[in-house]
């Protein structure tokens, strides 16, 4: 999986769990594709299934888009989960950096939870999405 980032959003993985989901454009998810893509992704068995559960959970959150208690819950339980697997976040460079993320989504999720699903948030677009999307320049 390549990663370009430590959030459980910036890899490969989550992109690809996206598509799969039923996402039609990464960068521009809507409302009503959130809880069928969740959906599907928590049925499928596949390598790095929760990892990147996660990861969607967390991408929807950064785009204002509102995500159910059930999902909130699996996404909250499987970031705790690899935050105390030292193994986990020794695969990682630098692994605080990864622990420090998954604190911070921990934290967002809860956050979420507590606004009816909704993350607190604003998403802004990274130089990737631009370029996915034709917008940046390098």
Not at 63 to 92: F, M, P, R, T
Not at 105 to 120: F, L, P, R, S, Y
Request: include cysteine; charged fraction near 30%; glycine fraction near 12%.
């Amino acid at each position: 999986m390549g990663a370009w980032g430590l959030e459980s959003c910036s890899n490969d993985g989550c992109w690809d769990a996206l598509y799969v989901g039923g996402v039609s454009n990464m960068s521009d998810a809507k409302q009503d594709e959130v809880t069928p893509c969740l959906n599907i992704l928590a049925e499928r068995d596949w390598c790095g299934k929760d990892e990147k559960f996660l990861g969607c959970v967390v991408w929807f959150l950064s785009h204002g888009l509102i995500v159910e208690k059930n999902h909130l819950e699996k996404a909250k339980e499987v970031a705790q989960a690899l935050l105390d697997n030292k193994g986990y976040l020794d695969s990682w460079s630098p692994p605080e950096g990864r622990a420090e993320n998954l604190r911070k989504e921990i934290k967002d999720i809860e956050d979420a939870m507590k606004n009816g699903g909704q993350g607190v948030e604003e998403h802004i677009p990274g130089l990737f999405e631009k370029i996915f999307k034709g917008e940046g320049a390098i």
